[in-house]
């Protein structure tokens, strides 16, 4: 009997400590979570619907497009839905573009990870900036930065390339977006 009675007790010791756990990490998931949340609100100001017009310079020829963002916030506000879709005056496709905004807990930024209809993807650091925020990318021979700058509920966002390690920059993107949702 006296066995019985010190198993019940270990059981019980056990299951109470395994609870007592359980609780502690939920607790600690859940304060990590809403940070996380928290540090998305930072990007409240590109949530809604946007919609107007821009060029892209590509070599000597320049073209004008037309088109909307829309950036929603999913996941319980965990992460941003960035869609862009944008067409030339002939109405064809020029920029069909998809986006997931999250926060990065490492860099104290945000991952920007990108899909483009031409099958390019990848995943940019995305920073605040004064008045905005940047990401960019290199490439072989370059790097190319993007800067949205958000002002009485218009979206202005250049694009810039750089061949000599970032001492200049041409720009080679514009585009002025009005929100309209």
């Known amino acids: 009997m006296k066995n019985i009675f010190l198993a019940f007790i270990f059981i019980t010791a056990t299951v109470s400590f395994t609870f007592a756990q359980n609780e502690k990490e939920k607790t600690q998931q859940s304060n990590i979570v809403e940070v996380r949340r928290g540090e998305m609100k930072n990007l409240d ?24 963002e829309t950036v929603q916030r999913k996941i319980g506000g965990l992460a941003l839905l960035v869609e862009g ?11 069909d573009t998809l986006a997931v905004i999250s926060p990065n807990m490492k860099t104290k930024n945000y991952d920007f990870q990108t899909f483009l209809a031409n099958g390019m993807t990848g995943v940019q650091e995305l920073k605040a900036v004064e008045g905005g925020w940047q990401w960019g990318f290199q490439f072989p021979g370059g790097a190319v930065r ?27 993107f514009e585009m002025n977006l009005k929100k309209i949702g």
């Open 45 to 68: 100001r590109l949530i809604g619907q946007w919609k107007g017009a821009g060029w892209i310079q590509q070599g000597a020829k320049r073209e004008t497009f037309e088109g909307t």
């Open 146 to 172: 993007y800067t949205i700058k958000i002002e009485n509920d218009v979206w202005g966002e250049i694009g810039e390339m750089s061949r000599d390690d970032g001492k200049t920059w041409t720009k080679f």
């Open 85 to 95: 879709n944008f067409k030339n005056k002939e109405g064809v496709v020029t920029h």
